[in-house]
Nanobody, 123 residues
Framework: VQLVESGGDLVQTGGSLTLSCATSGLSFEDYCIGWFRQAPGKEREGVSC????????YSVDSVKGRFIISSDNARDTSLLHMYNLKPEDTATYIC?????????????????WGRGTQVTVSS
């Protein structure tokens, strides 16, 4: 199983980015994909999750209305669309896969992880 993130970049406050999480080696439709982020010196936190089995999606309050998660089922890829980015969004963004029927938010509830992609938002 592999998860490979891409799309991270340096952007200005208020900018937008779309991150991709390309998966292989798993039945994409049977998994929930979670997006986490980790800034230096801080704990890893979940920001958005999407479950392919029923199409449900969730985002935490700090990014709700600015981050949207979607799935490209034809390419077994999860997408995280990020709008109105703020300096506090600066972090390494990491996707993970959980064979679950509902979103989970604890990192230890995920089975497979990518290596991450860096997002830096300048003020």
């Amino acid at each position: 199983v592999q998860l490979v993130e891409s799309g991270g970049d340096l952007v200005q406050t208020g900018g937008s980015l779309t991150l991709s999480c390309a998966t292989s080696g798993l039945s994409f439709e049977d998994y929930c994909i979670g997006w986490f982020r980790q800034a230096p010196g801080k704990e890893r936190e979940g920001v958005s999750c999407g479950c392919n089995i029923d199409g449900s999606t969730y985002s935490v309050d700090s990014v709700k209305g600015r981050f949207i998660i979607s799935s490209d089922n034809a390419r077994d890829t999860s997408l995280l669309h990020m709008y109105n980015l703020k300096p506090e969004d600066t972090a390494t963004y990491i996707c993970a896969a959980s064979e679950a029927t509902f979103c989970r938010w604890r990192p230890d509830e995920y089975d497979f992880w990518g290596r991450g992609t860096q997002v830096t938002v300048s003020s």
